[in-house]
């Protein structure tokens, strides 16, 4: 009798072993797949685990193995990759397999929720309403309308309805008539476009043809360009192509406050199904986003750190902007570094992966520098703007006043005189005795 390996949620850093349901038909047995969600007895409770692997043995006698409950999935909902990357997460963070793989579905499938793919309801006409001739029910308009339009195109979206002056009211009247009636249908994967991006300077250039000489294999890349330098461009003209080639992106930002700015932009350069996942979605809204990534309908994936363990269907580019941001770094429960783990993701899903930032980590800079990465500069700012002049006074020897020096305060005056604001940086917080 085979035996279930099952990854529970639990401080425990173990597997658990469980005999199969017995009600499960022995052809569906052998078609099982690590990834698929298992509902078993745990202690006095019954939970969802993951189906991490099916094994011949156990080190528990047969006898006291509890048998699992029931299969909550068919098919996995947990990728190999992603599966393998979890398992690699577990070994290199000591944290419990189950832990991390509950952290890498959405909340309601982690209670062990059923999950079915999202759809979409449509509107089509019945056998009664095929039959109708056109200008049929002429003294209710608003369902003449929708008749007509069920006529012309077969079936309309019911999200539709209101942007075409039919309101759900109307829709349900015609239905009550026995003329129409809605139907489930899961979104269509739609082939995403671009518009125009911008000129490239050389080292922008260069950069993208790096990335790009090699769409379908590992390979890092530290793009350290100085702020202004046009890395976002860089970026998304390796998402036109990855898009291009049918594949998927996954871009991770460090903080929830980027993320309208940053989406506002993709949405102006793609025409592309766009999903964002961080920790302020809904639990709904979240599951949602999580199915279309998953189902390979959401073309851009843009998320916080935790949208490193986002499931995806094809994935083909991953990006990890400012790099070096400490909230990369998650500080309680799993501790993790997702720019971290999206290398090493990259590297199991044999993709490139690029590491932006103007002030690259020591970590990322050791690793070009000993060849691991390949580093790409980009030392000149786009659109021929120029950069800020700095200047280091030594201030041990003058005279100061208010603990600034002449040289400071001169340069001070002329910008206000010119209009302009000044900021200084102090380096006391709080009481400072000498401002």
């Given at each position: 009798?085979?035996?279930?390996?099952?990854?529970?949620?639990?401080?425990?850093?173990?597997?658990?072993?469980?005999?199969?349901?017995?009600?499960?038909?022995l052809e569906q047995l052998t078609k099982l797949r690590p990834g698929i969600r298992v509902q078993v007895p745990f202690g006095a409770r019954?939970?969802?685990?993951?189906?991490?692997?099916?094994?011949?043995?156990?080190?528990?006698?047969?006898?006291?193995?509890?048998?699992?409950?029931?299969?909550?999935?068919?098919?996995?909902?947990?990728?190999?990759?992603?599966?393998?990357?979890?398992?690699?997460?577990?070994?290199?963070?000591?944290?419990?397999?189950?832990?991390?793989?509950?952290?890498?579905?959405?909340?309601?499938?982690?209670?062990?929720?059923?999950?079915?793919?999202?759809?979409?309801?449509?509107?089509?006409?019945?056998?009664?309403?095929?039959?109708?001739?056109?200008?049929?029910?002429?003294?209710?308009?608003?369902?003449?309308?929708?008749?007509?339009?069920?006529?012309?195109?077969?079936?309309?979206?019911?999200?539709?309805?209101?942007?075409?002056?039919?309101?759900?009211?109307?829709?349900?009247?015609?239905?009550?008539?026995?003329?129409?009636?809605?139907?489930?249908?899961?979104?269509?994967?739609?082939?995403?476009?671009?518009?125009?991006?911008?000129?490239?300077?050389?080292?922008?250039?260069?950069?993208?043809?790096?990335?790009?000489?090699?769409?379908?294999?590992?390979?890092?890349?530290?793009?350290?360009?100085?702020?202004?330098?046009?890395?976002?461009?860089?970026?998304?003209?390796?998402?036109?192509?990855?898009?291009?080639?049918?594949?998927?992106?996954?871009?991770?930002?460090?903080?929830?406050?980027?993320?309208?700015?940053?989406?506002?932009?993709?949405?102006?350069?793609?025409?592309?199904?766009?999903?964002?996942?961080?920790?302020?979605?809904?639990?709904?809204?979240?599951?949602?986003?999580?199915?279309?990534?998953?189902?390979?309908?959401?073309?851009?994936?843009?998320?916080?750190?935790?949208?490193?363990?986002?499931?995806?269907?094809?994935?083909?580019?991953?990006?990890?902007?400012?790099?070096?941001?400490?909230?990369?770094?998650?500080?309680?429960?799993?501790?993790?570094?997702?720019?971290?783990?999206a290398v090493k993701r990259a590297q199991l899903e044999n993709i490139p992966i690029i590491l932006g930032s103007a002030t690259p980590s020591?970590?990322?800079?050791?690793?070009?520098?000993?060849?691991?990465?390949?580093?790409?500069?980009?030392?000149?700012?786009?659109?021929?703007?120029?950069?800020?002049?700095?200047?280091?006074?030594?201030?041990?020897?003058?005279?100061?006043?208010?603990?600034m020096s002449a040289a400071l305060l001169q340069a001070i005056g002329q910008e206000l005189k010119s209009g302009n604001q000044v900021l200084?940086?102090?380096?006391?917080?709080?009481?400072?005795?000498?401002?």
């Amino acid at each position: 009798m085979p035996v279930f390996r099952i990854a529970i949620a639990s401080p425990l850093r173990r597997l658990f072993d469980y005999s199969p349901p017995p009600d499960l038909p022995l052809e569906q047995l052998t078609k099982l797949r690590p990834g698929i969600r298992v509902q078993v007895p745990f202690g006095a409770r019954q939970v969802a685990g993951i189906l991490v692997e099916v094994s011949e043995k156990s080190e528990v006698a047969p006898k006291k193995l509890r048998a699992a409950l029931h299969l909550i999935d068919q098919t996995p909902i947990i990728s190999e990759s992603l599966l393998q990357l979890c398992r690699w997460a577990a070994v290199y963070y000591k944290h419990p397999l189950g832990e991390i793989l509950a952290a890498a579905l959405p909340t309601r499938l982690r209670r062990g929720e059923a999950h079915s793919p999202i759809t979409d309801t449509w509107w089509q006409l019945t056998i009664d309403g095929k039959g109708l001739p056109a200008g049929a029910l002429r003294r209710a308009p608003r369902q003449a309308r929708l008749l007509e339009l069920l006529q012309q195109r077969g079936s309309v979206a019911a999200a539709e309805l209101p942007e075409l002056g039919i309101s759900a009211a109307v829709a349900r009247q015609v239905r009550d008539k026995g003329l129409a009636e809605t139907v489930e249908h899961c979104p269509p994967i739609e082939q995403a476009s671009c518009h125009p991006g911008l000129a490239l300077n050389e080292e922008q250039a260069l950069a993208v043809k790096a990335v790009g000489s090699a769409p379908h294999q590992f390979g890092c890349f530290l793009l350290n360009g100085v702020t202004g330098s046009g890395k976002t461009e860089v970026y998304l003209q390796l998402i036109e192509r990855t898009l291009s080639a049918g594949r998927q992106a996954l871009i991770l930002i460090p903080e929830i406050g980027l993320t309208p700015q940053t989406l506002a932009r993709f949405q102006r350069r793609f025409s592309a199904h766009i999903v964002v996942l961080h920790s302020g979605l809904t639990d709904l809204a979240r599951l949602q986003a999580w199915d279309a990534a998953r189902s390979g309908r959401a073309h851009i994936v843009l998320g916080t750190r935790s949208a490193i363990f986002t499931s995806l269907r094809n994935p083909g580019l991953i990006v990890v902007d400012e790099e070096h941001d400490t909230s990369f770094k998650q500080q309680e429960g799993f501790r993790y570094s997702a720019r971290d783990l999206a290398v090493k993701r990259a590297q199991l899903e044999n993709i490139p992966i690029i590491l932006g930032s103007a002030t690259p980590s020591l970590e990322s800079l050791g690793n070009a520098l000993a060849g691991r990465y390949t580093h790409l500069r980009l030392r000149e700012r786009a659109n021929a703007s120029t950069l800020p002049e700095f200047e280091t006074l030594d201030i041990r020897r003058q005279l100061l006043e208010g603990g600034m020096s002449a040289a400071l305060l001169q340069a001070i005056g002329q910008e206000l005189k010119s209009g302009n604001q000044v900021l200084l940086f102090l380096n006391r917080r709080g009481f400072a005795p000498t401002l």
